[in-house]
């Protein structure tokens, strides 16, 4: 069964920095796009960045210049390092990958920048 878990939220403060791991199992996220998404209380899931098979990233206007997708092909997993943090990046973040028809989310793991 494809398999999404996130890890790494936590409680940081406003100009500090994360790193968010989506370990995948049963794909291969060196051949399908994954992507990280976040959910603020009241407001939609939004897309944060992805990348492709291919090595190619998309960012949200929001997380570019703070935020880097990356993954590790030997460990399966996918990161969001997270630098320059803001209140405003507070939600819960999800795993994302589309296999076909099919779209696979993570449980999320919570980050909330505060003071």
């Known amino acids: 069964q494809v398999q999404l878990v996130e890890s790494g939220g936590g409680l940081v403060q406003p100009g500090g920095s994360l790193r968010l791991s989506c370990a995948a199992s049963?794909?291969?996220?060196?051949?399908?796009?994954v992507g990280w998404y976040r959910q603020a209380p009241g407001k939609q899931r939004e897309l944060v960045a992805s990348?492709?098979?291919?090595?190619?990233?998309n960012y949200a206007d929001s997380a570019k210049g703070r935020f880097t997708i990356s993954r590790d092909n030997a460990k399966n997993t996918v990161y969001l390092q997270m630098n320059s943090l803001k209140p405003e990046d507070t939600a819960v973040y999800y795993c994302n990958a589309n296999l076909g028809p099919w779209a696979y989310w993570g449980q999320g793991t919570q980050v909330t920048v505060s003071s």
């Open positions: 049963r794909f291969r996220v060196s051949i399908y796009a």
């Open positions: 990348i492709t098979g291919g090595d190619s990233t």
